[in-house]
């Protein structure tokens, strides 16, 4: 009976759900994003957490059949659930650190694990000869800058690194869905019971469904779309302003990044038709009101409709795209002297 229940209520929560985002008027309902991360936190790549609501989960190891999602190669994540060789919490003596902070373009999506910018970075660092470098690449799938905050809070701080690579934005914009209806800083704010206790009954479409049909009525969101994401702008920017407050308290330095993205023709996008010409790069974030920071969409602009030629889809880069980041990293780092 149970069993039929289930069924039943998976068949009708589509079109409950497509009825509640019209009403709410939320731009395509349940968003992609939304069901790769709910399946995610469900087979196991995810860990809950209360304070950064998900991180990758230590010493996690699968191989996905699905051709070089992971470059290939099976991703095997070490201790502390960073995408790279096991290291200690504590920093050894004689090496200087890079804590690297982002989404999945950062950890390396697409890409073999050494072919990632932060283990390319890595190698140009100690190719110096003057002392030893680590990058840990502490980056997670479907971060936003509010993640990427409380991580290095929580977490990131503990490694003790001299430099913060905070390389957060593009997911920030990414649209609100019946299923996630509010912003990252509010979904934080939800009880860790409440939270603990709706992501094991998610697991029934049952109980889904009832949650749905018992919800308050919906009404339709006001104000500027552009804050119906899951974090506005303004959100974005005291982000960046506490990562650069715990960077001064604990003497690191942190360098932000343009968020980078190449034009579809699938895709809608807005803008000029004549510059914004299918396979060219563009900035999802330009990262204008932060200093100092990397111009990484400046690295693939002047390819043109040629930069598709380093992304695999729309803001994945192939491992040709990654060097290029990782040269300019590298530069930024030595022009601001941060490398002596």
């Known amino acids: 009976m149970w069993g039929a229940l289930e069924g039943i209520s998976a068949a009708v929560l589509p079109a409950v759900t ?15 994003w939304l069901v790769s991360a709910e399946n995610a936190l469900r087979t196991g790549f995810y860990l809950p957490d209360p304070d950064v609501m998900w991180r990758a989960r230590p010493n996690y190891s699968e191989y996905i059949a699905e051709p070089l999602i992971w470059g290939d190669e099976r991703l095997t994540l070490n201790d502390w659930g960073h995408r790279n060789p096991p290291t200690t919490k504590a920093k050894p003596d004689g090496v200087r650190r890079v804590m690297v902070l982002g989404g999945s373009h950062p950890f390396g999506m697409w890409v073999k694990t050494g072919d990632s910018y932060a283990a390319r970075l890595e190698q140009k660092l100690n190719a110096r000869g003057e002392q030893r470098w680590e990058v840990l690449n502490a980056a997670c799938p479907g971060h936003t800058s509010f993640q990427g905050m409380n991580y290095l809070e929580k977490f990131g701080l503990e490694f003790e690194p001299d430099i913060v690579f905070f390389d957060l934005g593009m997911n920030d ?6 299923g996630w209806s509010a912003t990252d800083r509010e979904v934080q704010a939800v009880g860790t019971f ?63 990044a343009s968020q980078v993205y190449v034009i579809r023709p699938d895709l809608g996008w807005r803008g ?69």
């Open 173 to 178: 914009g990414l649209p609100l869905s019946v």
């Open 194 to 256: 409440a939270k603990q206790a709706s992501s094991l009954a998610g697991h029934s479409f049952v109980y889904r469904l009832l949650r749905r049909l018992l919800e308050p009525a919906a009404a339709p969101l006001t104000g500027d779309p552009d804050d119906w994401v899951r974090v506005p702008l303004s959100h974005r920017l005291d982000n960046v302003g506490r990562v650069q407050e715990m960077a001064r308290e604990h003497q690191a330095n942190v360098l932000f």
């Open 272 to 340: 000029d038709p004549e510059m914004d010409k299918p396979g060219s790069a563009s900035c999802a974030w330009d990262a204008s009101q932060v200093e100092p920071r990397v111009e990484v969409c400046k690295i693939f602009e002047p390819f043109g409709t040629g930069a598709r030629d380093y992304f695999v889809d729309d803001m994945h880069a192939t491992p040709e795209g990654h060097a290029l980041i990782a040269d300019a990293v590298y530069g930024r780092l030595d022009d601001l002297g941060w490398l002596d």
């Open 18 to 32: 497509s009825a509640r985002a019209e009403a709410m008027g939320l731009r395509g309902g349940e968003q992609g």
